[in-house]
C-alpha cells in the first residue's frame, strides 16, 4: 500500500516485471462472454477424439545419434514443460549463432529467477548513481564554459551560481525521497505523471525520458572518449569507433541480465568515487596550506557581455551535473525487499556524494584559475595540477574515463523499464513487455543501443554539441513529476502533506526554472531539437495507442458480444462458433508432381469443397493442362485463368478476392504446394508463391493462406 493509503498498483499500474506481462488476463467481462460463446460451440467428437498421446513418450522425447534426449517434461494432464534441448536450432547455421549468443550473453535464464536478478544496495548505488556521478565530469566545465563568454573576470560567478545549484539538488533530492515514499512500488516521472496529472502529462515526461536517456548513452561515452583522448592525443582520430565499441560492450553487458551487468560495472564507479574524492582532498589541503590564496585565471577577452541571461544559461548548464538523479525513482523494483526503503536510502548517498563532489570541484577550478580548453577537459587540468608527477593522474584520468563510458549503464537500465510501462499502458510497441534469455528487457536495450549510436556518428562524438540538448528533456520530467507529487499530497492530504507538498513544489519551480531557461537560452544552439521532438514524441506515443485501441475494437471479445446481442449489420460478421464457418479450399497448380499430388489428397481428406486453379499464358498450353488433369482423373474441379501477360500472382489472387467478394459467407483457403530446400540460397531457384500471395491477399478478410510444405531429400 502506498502512503496514501491507496495501493499505488491500483492508481498507476504495477512497477512489477513479469514473463508474463505480454498475455495479460481476462477481464470478468470477457470471461463472461467466452462463457456464452463456449455455450454455443457445436463440434464433432472426432475432433476431442485425438489420433496420438499429446503427453505420450514419442512426442516427449526424442533419439538420434544414439543420445536419448528429453524434449518436454510433464507437469500435469494437458500441460508440458519445455526443456532447454527442444529450444536448439536443428540446422548448422542455426546451431552456430545459438552458440554465439551463449558465448556472449550465456545462457538463458527461467522465468523463476526473475526474483533473483534484484539488487542489493551495495551493488544498486554505483549501477544506479553511475550517470549523476559522473555527470560532474562535463557539468562544471559546462557552467564555466558558458561564463568564460564574459571574459576570465566573470568565472568568479561560478561560486554563486554553484551554490544555487546545491539548492537544486536538494530540493530535486529532497522531493525525489518523497516521489519514493509516495509510490514505493514504482516512482518514475511517466507513472507520477500519468497518475497525477493524466495521461498527457504522463506522455510528456516520458519523451524527456526517452531524449534523456539516448542522450545519456551519447553524452556520456562522448565525455569518456573525451577524457581518454586528452591523456593521449594520438587516439583523437579514432573518437567516433571507439565510442560506437563502447556502446557495443555496454549492449552486451546489459543483455546479460541486470545482476551481470551489475557486477561488471559497478567496480569503475567506486574507483572513481575513491579517485576524485581523493583528488579533492589532496587539492583542498594544498589549497589550505597556501592560505586559499586564488590564483589568477589566464586572461580571456569576452565574446559576449555579462548579464542575467548569461548566467541562466551558465546556471542551466550547470544543472546538466544533475542528470541521472531521476534513476533511483524509475528502477524501484530492482531493489531487494523492502524496496521503497532501499532506493531512498540509496537516493539519499547519491545525492549526498553528488553535492560533495560538485562543490569540492568548483572550488578547486576556482582556487587553481581552470579555464576551459578545447583539447584538454578541466578534470583533466586539475588532475595535471594537483598530481604532476607519479602515477596519480593517470588513475585520475583512467577512472574519469571508465566511469564516464560506463555511465550510460544506467540509461540501459532505466530506458527499457520506461517502455515497459509505456508498453502495458499501449503508447509503444507491445515486444517492449519482452524479457530476453536473461531476464533482460532486450529489445529496449537494442533500440536505445541504435538510437545513441546513430546521435553520436551524427554529432561526430563531440561532448560539447551535444550538452545543449540535455537539460530541456530531463528537466521536463523532473518539473511534470514533481508538480505531480504536489497534486498527490493537495489529493491525499494526509499528516504533514503540506510539508511535502512545499518540498516537492520547491523542486518543481526550480526545476521549471532550468527548464525554461535552457529551452530559451539555448535552443539555437541545438535544444530546439528537443523542443520540437517532445511533442512529435508524444504524438507518435498517441498514435500507437489509437493503433491498439483500434485493435482492441476490432479484436476484444466485446465486439463478440455486440455483435452477439444486435445481430450483424453492413458486412457478415467473422463467424466465432464452428457451425458458422463455411470452407472452400483453393490449390494453385502450376503442374502434376508429388507436390501437387501431395497437397490435393491432404485437401480432398478434409472432406470439404475444393477448387484448383491453373494460370496459363497461352490457350494451347491451358488446354493441355486440362487434359493432364483428365488423365489423373478429375477428381477435384479445375479452374484454368489465361494471362495473355504471362503474370501469374495478381491474376490468381484477383480470382480468389473475386470468389471471397461473390461469397462473402465463405472462408477461402489457399492451399499452396511448397517445396522446401536444404539450403537457403536454394531458395532463390525456386518460385516463393506462398509468400507473394500472402503478401497481395493480406488485406482481404474471410482468406487464409497456407501451405503444404514438399521436403526435398539429400
Do not use: C
Not at 586528452?230 to 546479460?256: E, H, K, M, Q, W
Not at 578541466?378 to 571508465?402: D, E, I, K, M, N
Not at 446481442?565 to 508432381?593: C, K, M, S, W, Y
Amino acid at each position: 500500500m502506498g502512503r496514501s493509503g491507496q495501493d499505488p498498483e491500483q492508481e498507476a499500474g504495477s512497477a512489477t516485471f513479469s514473463p508474463s506481462a505480454e498475455l495479460p488476463p481476462p477481464s470478468p467481462a470477457d470471461l463472461d462472454v467466452l462463457r456464452r460463446v463456449g455455450a454455443r460451440w457445436r463440434v464433432d467428437d472426432t475432433v476431442r477424439a485425438l489420433p496420438v498421446d499429446p503427453q505420450a513418450d514419442e512426442v516427449r522425447t526424442a533419439t538420434g545419434t544414439g543420445r536419448h534426449s528429453v524434449l518436454f517434461v510433464p507437469d500435469e494432464a494437458g500441460r508440458l514443460t519445455a526443456t532447454p534441448t527442444v529450444e536448439r536450432q536443428d540446422t548448422v547455421e542455426g546451431r552456430a549463432l545459438g552458440g554465439l549468443r551463449r558465448l556472449l550473453l550465456g545462457p538463458p535464464l527461467t522465468s523463476g529467477a526473475i526474483l533473483r536478478e534484484r539488487m542489493p544496495k551495495f551493488l544498486a548505488l554505483p549501477v544506479l548513481a553511475s550517470d549523476l556521478l559522473s555527470s560532474v565530469a562535463y557539468g562544471p566545465e559546462a557552467m564555466l564554459t558558458v561564463l568564460v563568454l564574459a571574459g576570465s573576470g566573470a568565472l568568479g560567478l561560478s561560486l554563486p551560481i554553484a551554490a544555487g545549484l546545491v539548492v537544486l539538488m536538494l530540493a530535486v533530492g529532497t522531493s525525489y525521497r518523497q516521489t519514493v515514499y509516495a509510490y514505493p512500488h514504482g516512482a518514475g516521472s511517466y507513472l507520477v505523471a500519468s497518475d497525477t496529472l493524466g495521461p498527457r502529462a504522463g506522455l510528456g515526461a516520458a519523451a524527456g525520458l526517452v531524449l534523456d536517456y539516448v542522450l545519456t548513452v551519447a553524452v556520456s561515452v562522448s565525455a569518456g572518449t573525451a577524457a581518454i583522448t586528452s591523456a593521449l592525443p594520438a587516439l583523437a582520430p579514432y573518437r567516433v569507433p571507439f565510442a560506437l565499441a563502447v556502446i557495443g560492450l555496454l549492449l552486451t553487458g546489459n543483455l546479460r541480465g541486470i545482476r551481470v551487468a551489475g557486477n561488471v560495472f559497478a567496480a569503475p564507479t567506486y574507483f572513481f568515487l575513491v579517485a576524485v574524492l581523493g583528488l579533492i582532498v589532496v587539492g583542498l589541503v594544498r589549497a589550505a596550506a597556501d592560505g586559499f590564496t586564488v590564483a589568477a585565471p589566464p586572461p580571456t577577452p569576452a565574446v559576449e557581455g555579462l548579464g542575467l541571461l548569461l548566467v541562466l544559461r551558465a546556471f542551466a548548464s550547470g544543472a546538466t551535473s544533475m542528470t541521472g538523479i531521476e534513476a533511483v525513482s524509475n528502477a524501484v523494483p530492482v531493489f531487494r525487499p523492502t524496496e521503497w526503503r532501499n532506493a531512498r536510502t540509496v537516493l539519499t548517498w547519491m545525492v549526498g556524494i553528488l553535492i560533495v563532489i560538485f562543490v569540492g570541484l568548483v572550488v578547486l577550478f576556482h582556487l587553481n584559475g581552470l579555464v576551459p580548453t578545447a583539447d584538454q577537459t578541466l578534470l583533466s587540468q586539475l588532475a595535471r595540477h594537483t598530481f604532476p608527477t607519479g602515477p596519480w593522474y593517470a588513475l585520475v584520468q583512467a577512472a574519469t574515463a571508465l566511469v564516464l563510458l560506463l555511465a550510460a549503464n544506467t540509461a540501459f537500465n532505466d530506458l527499457p523499464r520506461l517502455l515497459y510501462f509505456m508498453a502495458r499502458d499501449s503508447y509503444v510497441p507491445r515486444r517492449f513487455l519482452h524479457l530476453g534469455d536473461r531476464l533482460a528487457l532486450s529489445n529496449g536495450l537494442i533500440v536505445l543501443a541504435v538510437a545513441a549510436a546513430v546521435l553520436l556518428v551524427a554529432f561526430g562524438g563531440r561532448t560539447h554539441s551535444l550538452i545543449p540538448l540535455y537539460a530541456v528533456g530531463v528537466f521536463l520530467a523532473f518539473t511534470l513529476s514533481q508538480t505531480g507529487m504536489v497534486r498527490h499530497w493537495r489529493r491525499h492530504r494526509e499528516r504533514g502533506w503540506r510539508r511535502r507538498a512545499t518540498i516537492n513544489g520547491t523542486g518543481a519551480a526550480l526545476s521549471a526554472l532550468v527548464l525554461v531557461t535552457a529551452a530559451v537560452t539555448k535552443f539555437t544552439e541545438g535544444a530546439w531539437v528537443v523542443v520540437l521532438a517532445v511533442p512529435l514524441l508524444i504524438h507518435l506515443f498517441r498514435r500507437v495507442r489509437r493503433h491498439y485501441d483500434q485493435v482492441q475494437q476490432a479484436l476484444g471479445l466485446h465486439a463478440v458480444a455486440r455483435t452477439d446481442d444486435a445481430g450483424p449489420a453492413g458486412d457478415e460478421p467473422p463467424p466465432i462458433v464452428p457451425q458458422q464457418v463455411r470452407h472452400l479450399f483453393l490449390v494453385p497448380v502450376a503442374r502434376l508432381n508429388q507436390a501437387t499430388l501431395r497437397t490435393l489428397a491432404y485437401v480432398g481428406s478434409l472432406g470439404q469443397p475444393a477448387l484448383a486453379l491453373h494460370v496459363s499464358p497461352e490457350r494451347t498450353e491451358a488446354d493441355r493442362f486440362r487434359a493432364q488433369w483428365a488423365t489423373w482423373g478429375d477428381h477435384v474441379p479445375l479452374e484454368t485463368i489465361l494471362s495473355p501477360h504471362r503474370v501469374i500472382i495478381t491474376p490468381l489472387a484477383g480470382y480468389v478476392s473475386a470468389l471471397r467478394h461473390s461469397r462473402p459467407d465463405l472462408t477461402l483457403t489457399v492451399v499452396v504446394p511448397d517445396v522446401i530446400v536444404e539450403h537457403p540460397w536454394q531458395r532463390l531457384l525456386h518460385y516463393r508463391t506462398e509468400q507473394r500471395l500472402r503478401r497481395t491477399l493480406r488485406r482481404h478478410p474471410g482468406i487464409v493462406v497456407t501451405s503444404m510444405p514438399t521436403h526435398l531429400s539429400r
